[in-house]
């Protein structure tokens, strides 16, 4: 049995797709069960809470592999999960971390990641730790500037980056669920484009058929607008400052084979995912104006 947390993510919702199509056998812990009302109906729902540790045991009970994707700032949730693993006698996490804490010395952003590493690692469960750089679906947080004023803010300039589709980190997850060999390792996980971000808005304005302008960000707090436009805790909007001040200054752009190597194919590209998701860009057309003005 493969118990998946944060089923209704990104990551998530393919991760469960991956899995039904393989037969493996599956559940699903969520909050909300209506919330996984369109995830594949052969997967057992089990409704709790990782910030209520006391509702985790009917989730965990007979759970062999444990996927784990926790979000936030903190570590409780993964301290909740890890302990209800260790409780039902789970033989294997994988843990979805971050390519942050790769980097020496840790910047801010890593800090929660690498704590919770640390975490199940304690816990002497063998584990395998994906770390994916930036997600494809973070230009979702372009769209209140895009549908008001047609417009993206740029926060990090000539900075380049190699996005990956959350839907390549499932298949990887997938693979490592229900295979063998993966026990103890890390993996780190990029798409294979280093792209800036004005690269990145050329190509989705030929998905959408309009051109977007890209501006640049002036401030600290517009940056951290430019990812969370209605603002973010202050320790979060300092890693985020910092997590760009690092991508500007990397204008080459890191990059893994780990993808190709282990699915045997390339990772999608930021086209491919900009084709599947032009609609949300799009938007009404009365929300623009081919000049860029409202």
Not at 253 to 279: K, M, Q, S
Request: glycine share 10%.
């Amino acid at each position: 049995m493969i118990l998946v947390t944060g089923a209704t993510g990104n990551v998530g919702r393919e991760l469960t797709r991956e899995l039904d199509a393989k037969g493996a056998e599956l559940r699903l812990l969520v909050r909300d069960a209506a919330r996984a009302a369109a995830l594949p109906e052969r997967a057992e729902r089990v409704v709790g809470d990782l910030g209520e540790p006391s509702t985790l045991t009917p989730a965990f009970a007979g759970v062999d592999t444990l996927f784990l994707l926790t979000q936030g700032i903190g570590t409780d949730h993964t301290a909740a999960a890890v302990a209800a693993a260790a409780a039902a006698g789970v033989g294997h996490v994988v843990h979805l971390s971050s390519l942050h804490v790769t980097i020496d010395p840790l910047p801010a952003m890593a800090r929660w990641h690498h704590e919770r590493e640390e975490i199940v690692r304690a816990s002497a469960i063998p584990a395998t730790f994906l770390r994916p750089g930036g997600f494809m679906t973070n230009a979702l947080d372009w769209l209140p500037t895009l549908h008001e004023e047609n417009h993206v803010l740029d926060p990090v300039g000539p900075g380049r980056f190699a996005p990956i589709d959350p839907a390549d980190i499932a298949a990887v997850a997938a693979l490592v669920l229900t295979g063998t060999g993966h026990r103890g390792k890390e993996y780190a996980l990029t798409g294979g484009e280093a792209l800036t971000v004005t690269e990145q808005v050329r190509i989705l304005s030929r998905a959408i058929g309009r051109d977007v302008e890209v501006r640049a960000v002036n401030t600290p707090d517009e940056a951290v607008r430019s990812r969370f436009p209605h603002g973010a805790p202050r320790a979060l909007a300092d890693a985020i400052t910092e997590g760009f001040m690092l991508m500007r200054a990397d204008t080459v752009g890191f990059r893994t084979d780990t993808v190709e190597r282990l699915l045997g194919r390339t990772p999608r590209t930021f086209a491919d995912w900009c084709a599947r998701h032009a609609d949300a860009f799009r938007g009404p057309e009365s929300a623009w104006h081919p000049s860029g003005s409202a």
